[in-house]
């Protein structure tokens, strides 16, 4: 069985910093499709970032630009997100996900494409 934990969120000041941990059990870490996704209250879940197996392929969406680092560590089935000069516009509540059908993430997919999902951790960012 699939499962999810994330852990890591917090509140803090922006420009500050934070770093997201996501544990995983239950199927292949290093064979598939992981990825951090958003939500803020009122709007829709958005990816962050995307990580294929081996490091493959990485992604992320344009409003990080550059102040995040999406990690995975494949023995410990462990999924990272250092998040840098935070924002406000970047509080959230941030998901880990994974697709375990797929090794490669295709891009930034909508979270209709991933199979499995974590409980969530808060990020919120005061001005």
């Known amino acids: 069985q699939v499962h999810l934990v994330e852990s890591g969120g917090s509140s803090v000041q922006a420009v500050g910093s934070l770093r997201l941990f996501c544990t995983a059990s239950g199927y292949s870490f290093d064979s598939a499709c992981m990825a951090w996704f958003r939500q803020a209250p009122g709007k829709e879940r958005e990816a962050v970032a995307t990580s294929s197996w081996g490091f493959v392929w990485i992604l992320y969406a344009d409003f990080v630009n550059v102040r995040f680092t999406i990690s995975r560590d494949n023995a410990s089935k462990m999924l990272y997100l250092q998040m840098n000069s935070l924002k406000p516009e970047d509080t959230a509540m941030y998901y880990c996900?994974?697709?375990?059908?797929?090794?490669?993430?295709?891009?930034?997919?909508?979270?209709?494409?991933?199979?499995?999902w974590g409980q969530g951790t808060q990020v919120i960012v005061s001005s």
């Open positions: 996900a994974t697709d375990i059908h797929h090794s490669l993430c295709g891009g930034l997919p909508k979270a209709s494409a991933f199979t499995d």
